[in-house]
């Protein structure tokens, strides 16, 4: 699928709208979700334009996909949610419900997580 470029995290990253972020540099963001799913619920994006998950896999280089994960951990760490537990979710594609085609993992935490999503 074609990076649409006017998606909603293409704004965010373009500042365009605000978010809050968590944390951010020149290879990922990290902010919180606008319509939370539980107490801490926090989104991360690679800033390359990547679609999905497949898209994020197969056309970012090893060491760019390797970066935005250890990053997640940096972040779960830096606000101590790895004492308690979280969820990581992908949406990816239709049947999943993706709402915003630029490729996103959801981090889920703050509270006991069973019945959510
Ligand atoms: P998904 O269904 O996996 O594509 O998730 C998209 C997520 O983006 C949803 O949880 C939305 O609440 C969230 N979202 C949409 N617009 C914004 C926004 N402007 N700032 C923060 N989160 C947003």
Redesign the pocket.
Known sequence: MEYDKNN?FAK?LRKE?P?EVVYGDDQVLF?????P?AKVHI?GIPKKKVVDFRDFILRLDQSSVQYFFTKIIDVINGLGLDQKGYRLII?NGRDA????PHF?I?ILAGENLKGIR
């Open positions: 909603i965010i709208i978010c902010f919180y979700d606008i319509n799913q989104l949406n419900n993706q709402e915003v996103h959801h």
